[in-house]
């Protein structure tokens, strides 16, 4: 079992001055927390993701299909689809899973 501390995992990317912060890395799944708006290129995943919105405020495309996000909130990305946060009106703090087969943000090349 592992237990994680979201306020200490935000403290720990804000003071680590990043927009991704590696919450877990296991065989099953990997959990990243990350913060939008940010620089990263986007592009579609090889599989499915799922965002947990913990803070913030926005919209998000995901697709051809557009919603507003704010805390609380659970976005499904599936493979393959082009996705991302746009019009942020709060700052938007996001658990983001990955299945064990995808490489996350913090895995690609940059």
Known sequence: MTHVSTSKLIDQLEQAETDYLEVLDEDALSVELAQYPNPEPKSPHKTDELYVILSGAGMVHVGNERYAVAEGDVVYVE?????DFFDITDPITALVIFPDTEK????RDH
């Open 104 to 107: 996350t943000v913090l895995d």
């Open 79 to 83: 493979q393959g689809l082009e996705h």
